[in-house]
């Protein structure tokens, strides 16, 4: 597609749930980021997909997330058993392997109650 | 995550003046961005800085990066309400490719 898209737009839980939220990159792009945004605060990093190898997890607040990539295509982030703490808006980016430009989704607001 | 030192933290000011802001790392970046981001809309990328010393324009927008490569700025001119949002830097070290970002500048424009 022509930009990152990110579903659901808005998502509302009760706390204990578990929650999917699915990313699609720009076709081409290699790297594939997600990062959390709570209320009036800047942008936390959670996880970095680039290509076939590991991902980098070093931003994962907890083992209640995780997160998937199928080769260079859609990814999902997995919230288990959802806190009220989690509620804030999660952002994917993608970028190429040519150029340092990260491109974002319009993100996810999640709201836990 | 390691973030920069953005400043000021927020600004108000009236149409048709400049605004300026910075970001400052410990740490020197191969890549300086900057971002705006819109109430309820994700980051949009602005300005890509790929050499120290480079200064580029975007319309009213101007940013460089410093020649340290520990620091780049973002001014714009003639500011006019559209420019109302959230402004973040973000470098990208030599290696690795973790994007750092700044905490964040909030822009009012009194009409």
């Known amino acids: 597609g022509a930009g990152v898209s990110q579903s659901p737009s808005n998502k509302v839980t009760e706390k204990g749930k578990d929650v999917e939220l699915r990313c699609d990159p720009i076709?081409?792009?290699?790297?594939l980021y997600w990062y959390r945004q709570r209320l009036g605060q800047g942008l936390e990093f959670l996880i970095y997909f680039q290509g076939n190898s590991a991902p980098d997890k070093s931003g994962l607040p907890s083992d209640r997330f995780s997160a998937e990539r199928t080769g260079e295509s859609v990814s999902t982030l997995t919230i288990q058993r959802t806190q009220q703490e989690d509620s804030a808006v999660y952002l994917c980016a993608s970028s190429s392997e040519i150029y340092n430009e990260q491109f974002f989704g319009p993100g996810t607001r999640l709201t836990v109650l | 995550g390691q973030q920069l030192n953005q400043s000021p933290q927020s600004m108000f000011i009236q149409e048709g003046e400049d605004v300026s802001m910075n970001c400052t790392s410990s740490s020197i970046f191969n890549t300086w961005l900057w971002y705006k981001q819109d109430p309820g809309e994700g980051p949009v990328l602005l300005i890509a800085l790929y050499k120290a010393g480079e200064l580029t324009s975007n319309g009213r927008l101007t940013a460089q990066f410093g020649i340290t490569r520990k620091d780049s700025f973002l001014n714009i001119s003639a500011s006019i309400p559209s420019d109302v949002g959230i402004y973040f830097c973000?470098?990208?070290?030599?290696?690795?490719?973790?994007?750092?970002f700044g905490t964040g500048t909030s822009l009012t424009v009194i009409p």
């Open positions: 973000a470098g990208v070290p030599n290696t690795g490719n973790q994007f750092y």
């Open positions: 076709s081409g792009h290699t790297a």
